[in-house]
């Protein structure tokens, strides 16, 4: 199993805040009270939230947790 996936998983399943960071040109700006549950700005159109429509981020980051701990209790020792 992949480091990178893992660590992926752990944390933008229980660290990473969608309504405190907003994602602008591959940059992660920390920012408070944001009116949409996630915030990815569009390279193209700095005005434009491409992920304004989305919804259940929590429940995706639950899915994220979930599978972050069945990797860590299956992980086998190198």
């Not at 944001?34 to 259940?56: C, E, G, I, Q, Y």
């Amino acid at each position: 199993m992949s480091k990178n996936l893992r660590e992926f998983l752990n944390y933008f399943g229980s660290f990473f805040d969608p309504q405190a960071v907003m994602i602008d040109n591959l940059q992660l700006n920390i920012v408070q009270n944001l009116m949409d549950p996630m915030t990815v700005v569009d390279p193209l159109n700095k005005m434009n939230n491409v992920t304004k429509s989305a919804f259940r981020i929590r429940d995706i980051q639950v899915v994220f947790q979930d599978a972050y701990q069945l990797i860590v209790t299956n992980e086998k020792p190198f």
